[in-house]
């Protein structure tokens, strides 16, 4: 993957202010993936997506992340602190369709992009749920013979609800927090995309400051600016405000 460039930052938060989180996430890999077709793209399961955001904010801002959680017993703030080693998850080499249980056989897919925008407008998480899993079964078979998808019993669609979470781990990150002031235990799910979009717009705006003040200063474009290395930047903002 290439490394988002400033003018990328700039132009994707620009574009992305008031999209949703998931056009978010592909004009990211987009930007980040020139060559490979975003249609592709749009087909990585979600996991795999989380993945390639990760490596991506591993590249535009180092290994480490630091993430505060705010207790939601005492609303004291937990400061944690990873790296993006720490977050990654192996899943499964080979496909595993179809899943067998209770004499039936379910093939499937893992969910991506697409299924999650087409559910996106659902209001009811069960309802969202189902349909998902409609999504990602193209056949089901019950000893053999071919079953319309719709008669697959709720307790075999679990297992296909365990089984999708098997096969695509680095979707779902959570982990366990234990509260110092208050002792509280929880589990909480840690959201690379917003995670990462928080920052890139913290900073575009810095980045916003520096074209103002470098401009303002040298009469330079904001594309030369932004062309600039960040340490550049940095001297130029150091010599302005040294007078
Ligand atoms: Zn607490």
Redesign the pocket.
Known sequence: MRQLSAHDIVRICEWGRDKHALDRALVLLRAASPGVDPAALARLSIGRRDALLLELRAQAFGQKLEVLVP??????RLELEFTADELRVPAPETPRSPLEVQGYALDYRLPDSLDLAALAHLKDAREARARLLQRCMSEARFQGAPVPLSAVPGSVLEALTARLAEDDPQADITFRLD??????SWRAAFDILSFFWTELEAYARQLQREVHEIARSYGWTESIILSLSAPARRRYMELISSG
């Not at 207790?71 to 004291?76: G, Q, S």
């Not at 509260?179 to 509280?184: E, I, L, V």
């Open positions: 207790c939601p017993k005492c609303r004291e509260c110092p002031g208050c002792g509280h």
